[in-house]
C-alpha cells in the first residue's frame, strides 16, 4: 500500500535535504580544525591524534553521503534545478572535508609543531578560513526556502546576498594567509628547512579550505542563474 | 421483451447492488487521491478531510453529477440499435458494472494505480463490440474520452503552472510574503467559489429542475463567491506571523495562511471529484432503471431519477469511511514533499479541470487530471524532485486497464445472457 499510489510515487525523494546534511557534515569535519590546532600548540599530540581521527571518520562520513546522493539521483528525477550543477556543487561540499583532513592527516603525520611566534596569528588564520565553510552552510540551508520561491524572486537576493558576504570572508581569508606567509618568513631560518617547507604547505592548504567554500557558493550562484 | 417484464425487479436490485458496489471502490480508492495532497501538505487533518469528502463527493455528485452520467449511460453506446432487444442493454450495463467493480478491487489488492473511469468506459466498450456488435459504440465519442486522457493532464498542468507562478509572483517571492499572503489569498478563494458555483448552476442543477441560466448563474455565482472570500477573510484573521516559527524555515507564517486556502481547494477537489466519478458508477444503473421502467423501450431521453444520484452519493461515501481512511492516511503521511502552497496550485488545477470536463459531460480520471497538475507545479520549479519513470507506470496503467475492463465485463455479459435468457 505504501508505495502503489501514483500520486504518492511522484514525488521522489528529495537531494536537497542530504545535500543540506552533507553541507552541515563537511562544515562539522572541517571545523574541528579549531581543537586540532589548539592541540598541536600545546604540542599534546595525543589529543591531536584523538582530534584527527574525529576529522577522519567525519571525512568519511562526508564521502559515503556523498555517494549516496549521487547514487540515488538517477536520470528520470525531474529536479527544478539541472543536476550536473548540483552533482558539481556536491563535489564542491565534499573537498571542504577533504582538505581538513589532508590539513589535520599530514601536520599529525609529520608532528609538525608550530613555532610560538606564529601560533596567535595561525590561530586566528584558521578560524578566518572556517568562517567562510560556517557561512556556506548557511547560504546552503536557505536551499528549502529557495524552492518553495521556485528560485525566483526576493530569496534570491538574499541567498546571493549571502553569497557575496561568503566572498568577503574568503577576502579576508586571502588577506591573513599573506600575513601568516611574511609572519613565517620572519622565523624560517630558525626552522629545519624542511618542517618550513611543509608550513608553507599547510598554510596554503587552509587557504584552500576557504577558496572550496567559496566555490560552493558559486556553484549554488549557477543553480540560482538558471 | 418478456425477460425484462418477468424480471425487472431483480435487474433493478442487482443493478442497485452492484452500482453501489462499484461506487464504494470510488469511494475507496480514488477519493484518496482527491484528498491526498490536502493531508500530505498538513493543510488538513485526516478527519477534517473525510468530513470535507463526505459533504462535498456528495453534493457535487448531486449537484453536478448529471452530464458525465448521460456520457456513460447513452454517449458512448447507440441505444437505436438495442431497441429491439432492451434486455441485451440491461446485461450490458450490469456486466460493466460488475467488471469494473471487480477490475477495481483486483487492482488496489494489487496495488496498481487504475482509474475508475477507464475501467467503466473500457467494460462498456467491451460488451457493446463484442456482445451486440462493433458498431453500437459511439467510436468518435470513444475517441473523444480517449483524447481527453491526454488533453486532461495537459490542461491540469498548464493551470497549475500559471497558477504557482502566480503564487511566486504575488506572494513567495517579495519582500513580505506574510502581508502579501494575507492580501491576495482571500482572492484566491474567491476564485474557487466562483468556479464552483459556476459549474453547479450552468450544468449540474437542471435534473432538479433549476435552470438560471449564464447570466443568472454568474451573478449569483459571483455572490457566492463573494461570501466564500468573506469565510476566508474571517478564518485567516486569527493567523499571525510567529518568528520563532519562522527560524528554520521563512515561509512557515506565511504557509499557515495557505493552509486556510486549502481548506477550500480542498472541498473544490472533493465537489470536482464527486461530479465526474460518481457517473461511472450511476451511469449504467441509470441506464437499467430507465430501460426496466419504461418497460423495455430503449429511450433515447430520460430524466435521471435523483435517487439514483443519491445511491451513487452514499456509495461513495460508504466506501471513503469504510476504506478510503486508510488510503488517505498512507498518501498523507508519506507526500513529505506539499506544502500548502504547492499542495494548492495542483489541487485547484486539478479541481478545475475535473470541474469544466464535468461540466462539457467528459468523463476524465481524476487521478491522472492530479498527475498533471504535479507535474506542472514542478516545471515552475515548485518542487525539490518528480519522478518521471511514474508518468511512464501511469500511461501502462491507462493501456491495461481499458481491455482489462472489457474483458471482465464481455465474460460476464455472455455469463449473464446465460442465466436469463
Given at each position: 500500500m505504501v508505495t502503489n499510489n501514483p500520486i504518492l510515487q511522484m514525488f521522489a525523494r528529495s537531494p536537497f535535504q542530504p545535500m543540506q546534511e552533507h553541507i552541515a557534515k563537511a562544515h562539522a569535519c572541517a571545523i574541528q580544525l579549531i581543537p586540532f590546532f589548539d592541540a598541536v600548540m600545546a604540542e599534546d599530540w595525543e589529543e591531536a591524534a584523538k582530534v584527527q581521527h574525529t576529522i577522519a571518520v567525519l571525512e568519511g562520513e562526508a564521502d559515503t553521503m556523498k555517494k549516496e546522493i549521487r547514487m540515488n539521483l538517477p536520470n528520470s528525477i525531474f529536479l527544478p534545478v539541472p543536476r550536473t550543477d548540483l552533482l558539481e556543487l556536491l563535489r564542491m561540499q565534499d573537498k571542504i572535508a577533504n582538505r581538513a583532513k589532508d590539513i589535520a592527516g599530514l601536520m599529525l603525520g609529520r608532528k609538525m609543531s608550530l613555532p610560538k611566534q606564529i601560533q596567535p596569528i595561525v590561530a586566528e588564520y584558521v578560524r578566518a578560513s572556517l568562517k567562510t565553510s560556517g557561512q556556506a552552510l548557511t547560504a546552503l540551508n536557505e536551499l528549502d526556502e529557495l524552492i518553495t520561491a521556485g528560485f525566483r524572486g526576493h530569496e534570491v537576493e538574499v541567498v546571493e546576498q549571502m553569497i557575496h558576504d561568503l566572498d568577503d570572508l574568503e577576502h579576508d581569508a586571502d588577506e591573513m594567509e599573506r600575513e601568516v606567509r611574511s609572519?613565517?618568513?620572519?622565523?624560517?631560518?630558525?626552522?629545519?628547512?624542511?618542517?618550513?617547507?611543509?608550513?608553507?604547505?599547510?598554510?596554503?592548504?587552509?587557504?584552500?579550505?576557504?577558496?572550496?567554500?567559496?566555490?560552493?557558493?558559486?556553484?549554488?550562484q549557477l543553480l540560482l542563474a538558471k | 421483451m418478456s425477460i425484462i417484464a418477468e424480471y425487472g425487479s431483480i435487474l433493478v436490485i442487482m443493478a442497485c447492488v452492484f452500482g453501489f458496489f462499484m461506487a464504494w471502490g470510488v469511494g475507496a480508492n480514488d477519493v484518496a487521491n482527491a484528498m491526498g495532497t490536502s493531508v500530505g501538505s498538513k493543510a488538513l487533518t485526516l478527519k477534517q478531510a473525510i468530513i470535507i469528502a463526505i459533504i462535498f463527493e456528495f453534493a457535487g455528485?448531486?449537484?453536478?453529477?448529471?452530464?458525465?452520467?448521460?456520457?456513460?449511460?447513452?454517449?458512448?453506446?447507440?441505444?437505436?440499435?438495442?431497441?429491439?432487444?432492451?434486455?441485451?442493454?440491461?446485461?450490458?450495463?450490469?456486466?460493466?458494472?460488475?467488471?469494473?467493480?471487480?477490475?477495481?478491487?483486483?487492482?488496489?489488492?494489487?496495488?496498481?494505480?487504475?482509474?475508475?473511469?477507464?475501467?467503466?468506459?473500457?467494460?462498456?466498450?467491451?460488451?457493446?463490440?463484442?456482445?451486440?456488435?462493433?458498431?453500437?459504440?459511439?467510436?468518435?465519442?470513444?475517441?473523444?474520452?480517449?483524447?481527453?486522457?491526454?488533453?486532461?493532464?495537459?490542461?491540469?498542468?498548464?493551470?497549475?503552472?500559471?497558477?504557482?507562478?502566480?503564487?511566486?509572483?504575488?506572494?513567495?517571492?517579495?519582500?513580505?510574503?506574510?502581508?502579501?499572503?494575507?492580501?491576495?489569498?482571500?482572492?484566491?478563494?474567491?476564485?474557487?467559489?466562483?468556479?464552483?458555483?459556476?459549474?453547479?448552476?450552468?450544468?449540474?442543477?437542471?435534473?432538479?429542475?433549476?435552470?438560471?441560466?449564464?447570466?443568472?448563474?454568474?451573478?449569483?455565482?459571483?455572490?457566492?463567491?463573494?461570501?466564500?472570500?468573506?469565510?476566508?477573510?474571517?478564518?485567516?484573521?486569527?493567523?499571525?506571523?510567529?518568528?520563532?516559527?519562522?527560524?528554520?524555515?521563512?515561509?512557515?507564517?506565511?504557509?499557515?495562511?495557505?493552509?486556510?486556502?486549502?481548506?477550500?481547494?480542498?472541498?473544490?477537489?472533493?465537489?470536482?471529484?464527486?461530479?465526474?466519478?460518481?457517473?461511472?458508477?450511476?451511469?449504467?444503473?441509470?441506464?437499467?432503471?430507465?430501460?426496466?421502467?419504461?418497460?423495455?423501450?430503449?429511450?433515447?431521453?430520460?430524466?435521471?431519477?435523483?435517487?439514483?444520484?443519491?445511491?451513487?452519493?452514499?456509495?461513495?461515501?460508504?466506501?471513503?469511511?469504510?476504506?478510503g481512511h486508510k488510503v488517505i492516511a498512507t498518501v498523507g503521511n508519506n507526500i513529505t514533499e506539499l506544502t500548502p502552497s504547492r499542495g494548492f496550485a495542483a489541487t485547484l488545477a486539478a479541481a478545475s479541470t475535473v470541474v469544466f470536463a464535468s461540466g462539457t459531460g467528459l468523463p476524465i480520471s481524476t487521478t491522472h487530471t492530479l498527475v498533471g497538475a504535479v507535474l506542472g507545479v514542478g516545471l515552475a520549479r515548485g518542487l525539490s524532485a518528480l519522478n518521471l519513470q511514474v508518468v511512464g507506470t501511469i500511461f501502462v496503467s491507462w493501456l491495461v486497464t481499458l481491455p482489462a475492463g472489457a474483458f471482465l465485463s464481455i465474460v460476464i455479459f455472455f455469463t449473464l445472457k446465460g442465466i436469463f435468457s
Amino acid at each position: 500500500m505504501v508505495t502503489n499510489n501514483p500520486i504518492l510515487q511522484m514525488f521522489a525523494r528529495s537531494p536537497f535535504q542530504p545535500m543540506q546534511e552533507h553541507i552541515a557534515k563537511a562544515h562539522a569535519c572541517a571545523i574541528q580544525l579549531i581543537p586540532f590546532f589548539d592541540a598541536v600548540m600545546a604540542e599534546d599530540w595525543e589529543e591531536a591524534a584523538k582530534v584527527q581521527h574525529t576529522i577522519a571518520v567525519l571525512e568519511g562520513e562526508a564521502d559515503t553521503m556523498k555517494k549516496e546522493i549521487r547514487m540515488n539521483l538517477p536520470n528520470s528525477i525531474f529536479l527544478p534545478v539541472p543536476r550536473t550543477d548540483l552533482l558539481e556543487l556536491l563535489r564542491m561540499q565534499d573537498k571542504i572535508a577533504n582538505r581538513a583532513k589532508d590539513i589535520a592527516g599530514l601536520m599529525l603525520g609529520r608532528k609538525m609543531s608550530l613555532p610560538k611566534q606564529i601560533q596567535p596569528i595561525v590561530a586566528e588564520y584558521v578560524r578566518a578560513s572556517l568562517k567562510t565553510s560556517g557561512q556556506a552552510l548557511t547560504a546552503l540551508n536557505e536551499l528549502d526556502e529557495l524552492i518553495t520561491a521556485g528560485f525566483r524572486g526576493h530569496e534570491v537576493e538574499v541567498v546571493e546576498q549571502m553569497i557575496h558576504d561568503l566572498d568577503d570572508l574568503e577576502h579576508d581569508a586571502d588577506e591573513m594567509e599573506r600575513e601568516v606567509r611574511s609572519a613565517l618568513f620572519e622565523v624560517e631560518k630558525e626552522l629545519n628547512p624542511i618542517d618550513a617547507m611543509f608550513l608553507y604547505q599547510v598554510i596554503r592548504w587552509i587557504g584552500d579550505l576557504a577558496d572550496k567554500a567559496q566555490q560552493v557558493g558559486s556553484r549554488l550562484q549557477l543553480l540560482l542563474a538558471k | 421483451m418478456s425477460i425484462i417484464a418477468e424480471y425487472g425487479s431483480i435487474l433493478v436490485i442487482m443493478a442497485c447492488v452492484f452500482g453501489f458496489f462499484m461506487a464504494w471502490g470510488v469511494g475507496a480508492n480514488d477519493v484518496a487521491n482527491a484528498m491526498g495532497t490536502s493531508v500530505g501538505s498538513k493543510a488538513l487533518t485526516l478527519k477534517q478531510a473525510i468530513i470535507i469528502a463526505i459533504i462535498f463527493e456528495f453534493a457535487g455528485a448531486y449537484l453536478a453529477g448529471g452530464a458525465v452520467t448521460a456520457t456513460i449511460r447513452k454517449g458512448i453506446i447507440d441505444p437505436a440499435i438495442l431497441s429491439g432487444t432492451p434486455e441485451l442493454l440491461v446485461y450490458g450495463m450490469l456486466s460493466a458494472l460488475l467488471a469494473a467493480g471487480i477490475w477495481l478491487l483486483i487492482a488496489t489488492a494489487m496495488g496498481w494505480p487504475v482509474s475508475t473511469t477507464h475501467s467503466i468506459v473500457g467494460a462498456i466498450v467491451g460488451f457493446a463490440a463484442v456482445g451486440i456488435s462493433v458498431d453500437a459504440v459511439h467510436w468518435a465519442k470513444v475517441g473523444k474520452i480517449v483524447a481527453s486522457w491526454v488533453v486532461s493532464p495537459l490542461t491540469a498542468g498548464f493551470i497549475a503552472f500559471f497558477l504557482f507562478r502566480s503564487v511566486q509572483k504575488l506572494i513567495l517571492d517579495t519582500e513580505d510574503p506574510f502581508k502579501n499572503a494575507k492580501k491576495y489569498v482571500p482572492m484566491y478563494i474567491f476564485l474557487v467559489g466562483f468556479m464552483i458555483s459556476m459549474v453547479t448552476f450552468t450544468k449540474g442543477l437542471k435534473h432538479i429542475g433549476l435552470n438560471p441560466g449564464f447570466a443568472n448563474s454568474a451573478l449569483i455565482s459571483i455572490g457566492i463567491a463573494f461570501l466564500t472570500m468573506l469565510l476566508g477573510i474571517f478564518m485567516l484573521r486569527n493567523i499571525k506571523a510567529k518568528t520563532e516559527d519562522d527560524r528554520d524555515y521563512h515561509f512557515a507564517s506565511v504557509e499557515k495562511v495557505f493552509g486556510v486556502l486549502m481548506m477550500f481547494t480542498a472541498c473544490a477537489m472533493a465537489f470536482a471529484h464527486g461530479s465526474n466519478d460518481v457517473a461511472n458508477a450511476v451511469g449504467p444503473l441509470a441506464a437499467v432503471v430507465g430501460v426496466v421502467g419504461s418497460a423495455g423501450e430503449v429511450a433515447q431521453k430520460s430524466a435521471m431519477p435523483v435517487w439514483i444520484l443519491l445511491l451513487g452519493g452514499a456509495g461513495i461515501v460508504a466506501g471513503l469511511v469504510m476504506y478510503g481512511h486508510k488510503v488517505i492516511a498512507t498518501v498523507g503521511n508519506n507526500i513529505t514533499e506539499l506544502t500548502p502552497s504547492r499542495g494548492f496550485a495542483a489541487t485547484l488545477a486539478a479541481a478545475s479541470t475535473v470541474v469544466f470536463a464535468s461540466g462539457t459531460g467528459l468523463p476524465i480520471s481524476t487521478t491522472h487530471t492530479l498527475v498533471g497538475a504535479v507535474l506542472g507545479v514542478g516545471l515552475a520549479r515548485g518542487l525539490s524532485a518528480l519522478n518521471l519513470q511514474v508518468v511512464g507506470t501511469i500511461f501502462v496503467s491507462w493501456l491495461v486497464t481499458l481491455p482489462a475492463g472489457a474483458f471482465l465485463s464481455i465474460v460476464i455479459f455472455f455469463t449473464l445472457k446465460g442465466i436469463f435468457s
